[in-house]
Nanobody, 119 residues
Framework: VQLQASGGGLVQAGGSLRLSCAAS????????MGWFRQAPGKEREFVAA????????DYADSVKGRFTISRDYAKNTVYLQMNVLKPEDMAVYYC?????????????WGQGTQVTVSS
């Protein structure tokens, strides 16, 4: 699976962004998809995930109620809608995929897209 993330940019605190991750190479519908982020000087952390069926979703506590993950099977794309952005959301965001359930190690990674939140 090849993943291409996009949609990052500069936004003011309280604003919104939508990240996209286009997948290619294998059967998109068989893979759980996730978003992770890494801020400068910090370890990469989980943000959100969606199951292969789209039924199950999981979010980090820090983004619950503000971020929404979704997927479009026709476009082989997963989205991360980010609302009410905070300065602490600033990071490089990575999309990832794994075969099967949303739990466990992710095997395929995109290149990352920068999200900058100004206060």
């Amino acid at each position: 699976v090849q993943l291409q993330a996009s949609g990052g940019g500069l936004v003011q605190a309280g604003g919104s962004l939508r990240l996209s991750c286009a997948a290619s190479g294998r059967t998109f519908s068989s893979y759980a998809m996730g978003w992770f982020r890494q801020a400068p000087g910090k370890e990469r952390e989980f943000v959100a995930a969606i199951s292969w069926s789209g039924v199950s979703r999981d979010y980090a506590d820090s983004v619950k109620g503000r971020f929404t993950i979704s997927r479009d099977y026709a476009k082989n794309t997963v989205y991360l809608q980010m609302n009410v952005l905070k300065p602490e959301d600033m990071a490089v965001y990575y999309c990832a995929a794994r075969y099967g359930s949303i739990k466990g190690a992710y095997n395929y990674w995109g290149q990352g897209t920068q999200v900058t939140v100004s206060s």
